[in-house]
């Protein structure tokens, strides 16, 4: 699809199919491995799909000129798999591409968790951003908006709802200190 939204044309074309291929085959794989009837995590894929598919349709006549906007895109994405990293460092066996917990896993509050209570979603969120910088793509930025957002929210909700069964007042302590996206840095208290 992603191929195909920007013809096949040009070597960041073929980038972007080859990357959205090869992510999504890996998710897909973990996903059908781990899921528990929730279709969540397919609809972020199928949405990041999209988000690739706009910058490829955008960049089908050419590469985009290298500069400012380009070097922001590549720190972001640098960035943004950093936190990914971190992400899957602070959880480590807990980490799962399906909405599960096992019956052994405390609330993860450390690493990246300290601040943001959905980190791994903020980094894709962040690479679809920086994806549109790279390739300077209004669709590709639109799409991570527009589609990938709105996905990714639904599965924000299923998750919080499944931790707040589990968890009970620690988890809304937690998630009053911590933001879902976005970096709260609660201040400390001095006892």
């Known amino acids: ?23 999504m085959g890996d998710l897909a794989r973990r996903e059908r491995n781990e899921s ?5 995590g397919y609809a972020m894929q199928a949405a990041f799909v999209v988000v690739l598919a706009g ?4 960049r089908r006549a050419g590469p985009a000129p290298a500069g400012g906007l380009q070097l922001a895109g590549l720190l972001l994405f640098a960035a943004a798999l950093w936190l990914r990293h971190q992400t899957q460092r602070a959880m480590g066996s807990y980490f799962k591409v399906a909405v599960v917990l096992t019956d052994d896993q405390p609330l993860i509050r450390s690493g990246p ?29 639109a799409a991570t908006v527009g589609v990938w957002l709105p996905a990714a ?12 069964r589990r968890f ?14 976005l970096p709260r840095f609660a201040a400390e208290s001095a006892t």
């Open 113 to 141: 968790f300290r601040w943001i209570r959905h980190p791994s979603y903020a980094a894709i969120g962040s690479i679809g951003i920086a994806t549109a910088m790279l390739v300077e793509s209004p669709l590709a930025l």
């Open 1 to 23: 699809m992603v191929g195909a939204a920007g013809h096949f044309a040009t070597l960041t074309v073929w980038g972007l199919a080859l990357a959205a291929g090869f992510s």
């Open 55 to 58: 910058a490829a349709f955008d």
């Open 36 to 40: 528990h009837g929730d279709a969540s």
């Open 168 to 181: 009970g007042a620690d988890w809304t302590t937690y998630a009053a200190k911590t933001g879902r996206l």
């Open 153 to 164: 929210l639904i599965r924000i909700w299923l998750e919080e709802k499944t931790l707040a």
